[in-house]
């Protein structure tokens, strides 16, 4: 447990918040369920990454297809069925369109929502791979 929660940190420091999740949700059995237990912050996460798709490079991150990617690795991952994966699609392109309709431009509002998204990433990777995860220790 100790060296996930490592590894977690590890990914988040360097912006990888969906690929944590990934890894953390090792378990074949999980990513087959019809809805998952944790579905409500995946699709937040999957927001998430959307907006972080649209600022990052607007603030000029060299990062073009950073968050598509950690967000396709995460559809891969669960593999869900095409209702959960239809939520977690429009939930990344929410996430897009809506700052995409308010910013041309990078802004101190569009660093700080940067700042405050990855803070939140984080902390949906955090809990989700404690809560989780497969290392985490069963429910009582």
Same mark, same amino acid.
Not at 40 to 64: D, F, M, N, T
């Given at each position: 447990?100790?060296?996930?929660?490592?590894s977690i940190?590890?990914?988040?420091?360097?912006?990888g918040?969906a690929?944590a999740i990934?890894?953390?949700?090792a378990s074949p059995?999980?990513g087959?369920a019809?809805?998952?237990p944790?579905?409500?912050?995946?699709v937040r996460l999957?927001?998430?990454?959307g907006a972080?798709?649209?600022?990052r490079?607007?603030?000029?991150a060299a990062?073009?297809s950073?968050?598509?990617d950690?967000m396709?690795?995460?559809?891969?991952?669960e593999?869900p069925? $095409?209702e959960? &994966?239809?939520?977690?699609t429009?939930?990344?392109n929410? !996430?897009y =369109?809506?700052?995409a309709a308010?910013?041309r @431009?990078?802004? $101190?509002a569009? &660093?700080?929502a940067?700042?405050?998204?990855?803070?939140? !990433?984080? =902390?949906?990777?955090?809990a989700?791979a404690? @809560?989780y995860?497969?290392?985490?220790a069963?429910?009582?």
């Amino acid at each position: 447990m100790q060296s996930l929660f490592l590894s977690i940190r590890r990914r988040v420091r360097r912006g990888g918040a969906a690929l944590a999740i990934v890894a953390a949700l090792a378990s074949p059995a999980i990513g087959q369920a019809a809805d998952a237990p944790y579905d409500a912050p995946l699709v937040r996460l999957s927001e998430i990454l959307g907006a972080l798709h649209y600022l990052r490079p607007l603030c000029g991150a060299a990062e073009p297809s950073l968050w598509r990617d950690q967000m396709q690795a995460l559809v891969e991952a669960e593999a869900p069925a $095409p209702e959960r &994966r239809a939520r977690m699609t429009a939930a990344f392109n929410q !996430g897009y =369109a809506g700052f995409a309709a308010l910013y041309r @431009r990078c802004t $101190p509002a569009a &660093r700080e929502a940067i700042d405050r998204y990855r803070a939140e !990433g984080a =902390a949906l990777t955090r809990a989700v791979a404690s @809560r989780y995860g497969s290392d985490a220790a069963p429910p009582r």
